[in-house]
């Protein structure tokens, strides 16, 4: 694809998949913030636009050279929605008991003296909650249906019946809710400024952090490459 200033930051995501360490490196939101250009968004972080376009190009050379990265938008919808589903999906369920325990025994021991982790609690807490049931529609409803729609196109079943209307009703409101999760990690990591502390305070700053790359890359997989391509699919078998 061209890299050029109006291409969008989730487009590059999408197809070239390196780009996305140099935009966590930039700070540059390509999940939730993946509609917006890359001259937009060089402008709102004062980056020099043609230096971030530069690195792209490097990026992809480098990829064509020696592919290392799954390229997920060249992949089925059905196989998409069941990489998310088996690996962000399983990693949230698994590591979210397992940082509420470490938070949770920080609260108890620490948290008269450090007050912004019962801050982080309550973030966490409403986090937490959103995901699972966030994750339990998209498995029970908006993925099969996806799955249906694919098998409907390739002639291997009938068409699907949609309570929801069109797809893109679902899907809006899942991205809804990612922004929403997005905004929730955000206070949370603009609550810990301070890295000090035991081993287990450590500990979940550390499961924080790798928590916020997984959500980044699980969102970015659902806004930039599933959804479109299940709302292209659905536009493309209308016409039939």
């Not at 694809?1 to 490196?25: C, D, W, Y």
């Not at 920080?106 to 003296?113: A, D, L, Y």
């Not at 916020?212 to 479109?228: C, Y």
Request: hydrophobic share 35%.
């Amino acid at each position: 694809m061209n890299i050029g200033k109006n291409t969008t930051v989730g487009q590059l995501a999408a197809s070239l998949p390196g780009a996305v360490r140099l935009f966590e490196k930039l700070g540059i939101d390509y999940c939730c913030g993946g509609r917006v250009s890359l001259d937009e968004v060089c402008r709102e972080k004062n980056l020099a636009v043609d230096q971030v376009i530069a690195s792209l190009e490097t990026i992809r050379e480098v990829q064509q050279t020696v592919p290392n990265n799954r390229d997920w938008a060249t992949t089925s919808l059905t196989e998409l929605s069941s990489h998310i589903v088996q690996t962000h999906h399983s990693y949230v369920r698994k590591e979210v008991p397992r940082t509420t325990g470490l938070l949770d025994k920080i609260c108890e021991v620490h948290g008269q003296n450090r007050p912004e982790f019962l801050k982080v609690r309550e973030h966490w807490s409403a986090l937490a909650q959103e995901l699972t049931q966030h994750m339990h529609k998209e498995e029970m409803v908006l993925f099969p249906f996806i799955e249906r729609l694919e098998a409907w196109s390739q002639g291997s079943a009938g068409k699907p019946f949609a309570p929801f209307g069109s797809v893109r009703n679902p899907i809006g409101m899942m991205m809804h809710e990612h922004d929403s999760a997005g905004k929730l990690i955000d206070q949370i990591k603009g609550l810990l400024t301070d890295r000090t502390g035991c081993n287990t305070c450590l500990e979940f700053f550390r499961s924080v952090d790798e928590f916020e790359r997984d959500l980044h890359q699980h969102i970015h997989l659902e806004n930039n490459i599933l959804f479109p391509g299940a709302e292209k699919l659905e536009s493309l078998v209308a016409q039939e």
